[in-house]
């Protein structure tokens, strides 16, 4: 696809920070199609016939990061589609789209790859809060969500590569002047009010 004609938004923050949350509000509020990372990597682990479905399975229980090239061509191959289907409303005229890009990059490796062949994106929306909100918030997800990186082990191991492979790309964005970070601790609502305002401002 032509590259000039999508509008790329990048939503980091910890395990269990709210992007997911958010991201459903931000796509009732602009019509973005959100992409998460993770749960393409979960379709594409449980997609019959799979040659990924194993390996998959151990990064994501180990907390760690699947070689980006699987995740970049399924990310690609979701925005094509999501081209194709020719949806309407703002930002999807002539062949455009915007994307809210859920829980990538999160290594240096992946942002730059994506950049030089996929597209550059536009924002990196940053979510924070505590390392203890985080936990509280992903065992009580566990004790109904099936994710097989739901517990306190795996958890544990996710906030360490996240300190040591995603801060990383963080700092990378903030050079570039495209990190707009809100407080992820308030509840849901609120978060919600900051993250469109964020969001409006670079719309405007
Ligand atoms: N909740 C949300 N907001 C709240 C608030 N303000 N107040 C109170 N509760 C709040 O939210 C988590 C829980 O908290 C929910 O129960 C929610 O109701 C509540 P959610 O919105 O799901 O948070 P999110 O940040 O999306 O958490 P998630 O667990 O999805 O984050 P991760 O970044 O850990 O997971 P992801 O799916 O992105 O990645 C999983 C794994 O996939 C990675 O560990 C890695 O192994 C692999 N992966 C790659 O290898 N490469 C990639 O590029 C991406 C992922
Ligand atoms: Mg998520």
């Known amino acids: 696809f032509d590259r000039s004609k999508v509008t790329v938004i990048f939503v980091l923050g910890g ?6 949350t958010q ?15 993770g749960d393409l990597l979960r379709a594409e682990q449980n997609r019959e016939g799979s040659q990924y479905g194993e390996m998959i399975r151990t990064y994501i229980r ?19 589609a999501a081209l194709d289907e020719k949806r309407t409303g703002a930002g999807w005229e002539d062949g455009r789209g915007r994307f809210l890009i859920d829980g990538f990059p999160r290594k240096m490796d992946q942002a730059v790859k994506f950049d030089e062949e996929v597209c550059t994106s536009s924002l ?13 918030r992903l065992l009580k997800r566990g004790e109904t969500s099936g994710r097989e990186d739901d517990n306190e082990e795996s958890i544990k191991k996710r906030f ?45």
């Open 15 to 20: 395990p269990g920070a709210g992007k997911g």
């Open 23 to 37: 991201c459903a509000n931000l796509v009732q509020d602009f019509g973005f199609c959100h992409l998460s990372a």
């Open 62 to 80: 180990e907390g760690q990061i699947v070689p980006m090239e699987v995740t970049i061509k399924l990310l690609e191959n979701a925005m094509r």
């Open 124 to 136: 990196v929306l940053f979510f924070t809060t505590t390392e203890e909100e985080m936990l509280k």
């Open 160 to 204: 360490r590569v996240y300190n040591e492979q995603t801060m990383p790309v963080i700092e990378h964005f903030n050079k570039q002047h495209k990190v707009a970070s809100v407080d992820a601790t308030a509840t849901i609502e609120e978060v919600h009010q900051k993250a469109k305002s964020v969001i409006e401002k670079l719309f405007a």
